[in-house]
């Protein structure tokens, strides 16, 4: 275990300083950083991100677990993005019994904006993701694509739709080959007219499970961005999937804490 | 698949096809406005919107794009209380435009002023995300808000570049206009470098609409510009001291004065307080000074009630067709034309100033200036440096307004005969080398370049560009007493000898007379 944590700890140490000198704003909000949902905007053009985090899991009946989120963007067109992601984790993980560390799935994105929100029309975007098996028991290689919709929601609150269908065709036997999913996300400036800083978040998910016969995870989770250099920003939340149906395997609660830098 | 998953299933499907855009669609807010639509007895007849637009005025994407990269970026937080100060101007507009467009317009003078002077005198430590705080006006009018954003970018970096430690004047020159090339270049909607006529611009049927109701918030919209001009003389070719020292004086006087005008007349022009960035990069002033006007017929358009929302749609759609660059493809500097949105005409003796109201390209018109020429010293009336010698012209900041003249003697005199505290640019024979002296409310000077030596052989004005000089060091000071044999024996005087001297009248001064006593009070009267 001692190895692992080490390169977790090197990977963490490598990206710091490169993030200190660059930058993004605390009111775009990306998946993981720190909630599960995107919201519709896609990264400027020719811009480049560096997003990551460290999440502490408490699993239902496992022990506790930890990860590193990292993934570099880059804004190759307008209203759109690449994105090259990794998560390795360590520990107890809902998903199974194994506790070893898992260099984890690498995942390509392509993410594009079709319109920004104008008159009662949601900003509009797709995200589709391949991750490749590089993790410790990966079979084949999945894939997720995401609608996203965002719109205003009171003056400036924004309400956005996350409708995925994540999609394993290496799954094992038991497991599902397509896993439909719902988040809806809200995301508002706290502070105003006073401060311009801080960015608060709240999500409810639904989920399939991920085996055969067992039902929806429900889940919710609240956080905050805030920014802390001209282009950075850290984020903070907490989630947890409340319910489960069919013994579908779930998360008590998970702290991610995380870093955004543009650049 | 059970129950549950195949819904979701389908709601993916349904989201991917666009299925939600249709359903979110009937939720919006409310549509704010609803007046009748305009009436020809109520207002003069609206200019019509050409029949073939660009497509890009009518575009339904986001199209960020990121900025130039360099090392100077964020540079403006060398100077911390102006980089703040412009984060507050960013909130300024948006709260505002947000107040306009959400039917709280009543309010404007109020809570809408007291919100924004309070991040006026607290201002944010970072730049705020101007469509954050203003998203029914980005949700309204979003092709309008990308002709600010890359434009408030060009703003934003062209300061990095200048407030820059680490770029030579030299260097700052080219990327400056690098920057300009990759702000013009990449969008179709950049505002057009060309001079335009301020006075056609400012006499649409809903001009001064805003001005004239809300005087207090426009006296703060004018106020940012102000500050968005007048920063850039102060900044260019300055040492970084000098730039510090100066932005106390500057900022002093934006918060104190500039903010709370409110008997201008007019926006304040780039040149009228930047003259020589203005002389220098007269595309970017032009450029910015089409800008600023185009806010100020948006501010117009969106106080004017008698204005459906359609109609508001249509003229601001307009405005930006007026100011863009692709409206004037093709036509050159000077060109004068019937139509008066084609006359790029500009004063003698500043390329980077459209004509203005009443006035002619010969004599320009400043509040408490009264009449006077681009093209000639404000102290002596004799011509400034042009062409090649652009730099050699000094400048006096004072009261809101700066001021080229034409040698250091009519600086300091023009500044000593001036109320309050001031500031004086004086060029050394080094073109990259500025010496900064500012002037306490009691006339004393300072400078933080107290080497350097000053040559001043008063004679008649008519030669003051030879015998009042400023040197970066004696060598120099001497060097080019012996190219000029008719100062041998000229005294060198050091700073302090300098700023204790006071020249005679100028012989050569003669007060240029306009065709009214106020060109702005004689239009509105109707005279």
């Known amino acids: 275990m001692k190895q692992p944590l080490i390169w977790i700890t090197a990977m963490t140490a490598a990206l710091l300083p490169a993030g200190a000198a660059l930058a993004v704003d605390h009111n775009n909000v990306d998946a993981h950083r720190p909630l599960s949902f995107d919201d519709a905007e896609s990264l400027a053009y020719r811009e480049q991100a560096l997003e990551f985090g460290l999440n502490l899991v408490w699993p239902r009946n496992r022990p506790l677990g ?17 994105s090259i992601g990794f998560e390795p984790s360590i520990g107890g993980r809902a998903g199974g019994a194994d506790t070893s560390f898992d260099p984890g799935n690498v995942s390509l994105g392509l993410f594009h904006n079709f319109n920004r929100q104008y008159g009662n029309t949601p900003a509009f975007s797709l995200r589709g993701d391949v991750f490749f098996p590089t993790g410790r028991h990966a079979q084949g290689t999945a894939f997720r694509l995401r609608g996203i919709a965002s719109r205003q929601a009171g003056q400036y609150g924004r309400l956005h739709l996350n409708v995925d269908l994540t999609g394993n065709p290496g799954a094992r036997s038991g497991e599902r080959e397509f896993q439909p999913g719902l988040v809806l996300g809200y995301s508002r400036p706290i502070g105003y007219p006073t401060h311009f800083q801080t960015t608060g978040l709240a999500e409810v998910s639904v989920r399939s499970g991920e085996e055969r016969g067992t039902g929806p995870v429900i889940g919710v989770g609240i956080g905050m961005r805030r920014q802390v250099g001209n282009r950075s920003v850290v984020d903070l939340g907490i989630q947890s999937d409340v319910a489960a149906s069919g013994g579908a395997p779930r998360d008590r609660l998970r702290f991610i804490a995380g870093y955004s830098a543009g650049f | 698949m059970d129950t549950l998953n195949r819904s979701l299933l389908t709601a993916a499907v349904l989201l991917a096809l666009g299925g939600a855009q249709a359903a979110w669609a009937q939720h919006g807010t409310a549509q704010h406005g609803g007046a009748p639509p305009i009436g020809e007895a109520e207002l003069r007849e609206l200019p019509q919107l050409p029949d073939k637009l660009p497509s890009w005025l009518d575009n339904k994407q986001k199209n960020h794009l990121f900025y130039r990269r360099g090392k100077y970026n964020f540079d403006v937080y060398n100077l911390p209380t102006l980089a703040r100060d412009l984060n507050a ?12 467009v959400t039917g709280k317009a009543a309010g404007l003078e109020t809570k809408t002023f007291a919100r924004i002077d309070h991040v006026l005198k607290y201002p944010p430590k970072f730049m705020p995300d101007e469509a954050a705080l203003s998203p029914t006006f980005g949700r309204k009018y979003g092709v309008l808000e990308q002709v600010f954003d890359w434009t408030h970018v060009l703003h934003a970096q062209t300061v990095d570049v200048l407030a820059s430690k680490q770029l030579s004047e030299v260097e700052k020159d080219r990327e400056i206009e690098r920057l300009w090339k990759f702000y013009f270049d990449s969008v179709p909607y950049a505002v057009t470098p060309l001079p335009l006529n301020m006075d056609y611009l400012y006499s649409q049927p809903y001009s001064k609409k805003f001005r004239d109701t809300y005087k207090k918030v426009n006296g703060l919209f004018w106020g940012y510009h102000w500050l968005q001009g007048a920063m850039y003389d102060m900044l260019y070719r300055a040492s970084p001291e000098d730039q ?3 932005y106390e004086l ?20 780039f040149a009228e307080v930047s003259p020589v960035f203005a002389a220098r990069f007269p595309h970017i002033a032009n450029a910015f000074d089409n800008l600023h006007m185009l806010h100020d017929m948006v501010n117009d358009i969106l106080a004017t009630p008698e204005l459906a929302e359609k109609q508001k749609d249509e003229q601001i759609k307009l405005a930006i067709w007026m100011v863009s660059a692709e409206a004037h493809r093709s036509e050159k500097p000077g060109d004068q034309s019937a139509d008066r949105l084609h006359d790029h005409r500009h004063f003698v003796g500043m390329p980077g100033m459209g004509m203005m109201t009443g006035m002619t390209p010969e004599l320009m018109w400043m509040p408490a200036m009264g009449w006077m020429s681009m093209a000639d010293c404000h102290h002596c009336t004799m011509p400034l440096w042009e062409g090649a010698d652009w730099w050699r012209n000094p400048t006096v900041t004072a009261d809101g307004w700066s001021m080229r003249v034409r040698c250091p003697l009519c600086a300091r005199d023009m500044s000593a005969e001036t109320k309050g505290r001031s500031m004086l640019r004086i060029p050394t024979e080094d073109p990259t080398r500025v010496v900064v002296v500012l002037s306490d409310e009691q006339g004393n000077l300072k400078t933080s370049t107290p080497r350097v030596v000053f040559l001043e052989n008063e004679g008649s004005h008519a030669g003051c560009d030879e015998w009042s000089r400023a040197f970066s060091s004696r060598s120099a000071f001497d060097a080019y007493v012996t190219a000029h044999p008719n100062l041998k024996g000229a005294k060198p005087l050091s700073f302090e000898e300098w700023a204790q001297r006071q020249g005679e009248k100028p012989d050569t001064y003669v007060k240029p007379k306009g065709p009214s006593e106020n060109p702005y009070t004689h239009q509105e009267h109707g005279k």
Do not use: C, I, W
């Not at chain 2, 903010?259 to 007349?265: A, G, I, K, Q, T």
């Open chain 1, 66 to 82: 930890a990860g590193l989120e990292g993934e570099y963007l880059y804004g190759f067109a307008r209203n759109s993005h690449a």
């Open chain 2, 89 to 100: 101007v960013s909130v300024g507009h948006a709260m505002a435009y947000e107040d306009l």
């Open chain 2, 244 to 246: 510090k020292a100066a």
């Open chain 2, 250 to 269: 500057l900022g002093d006087q934006y918060h104190k004065t500039e903010l709370y005008r409110m008997d201008r007349h007019f926006m304040p022009m």
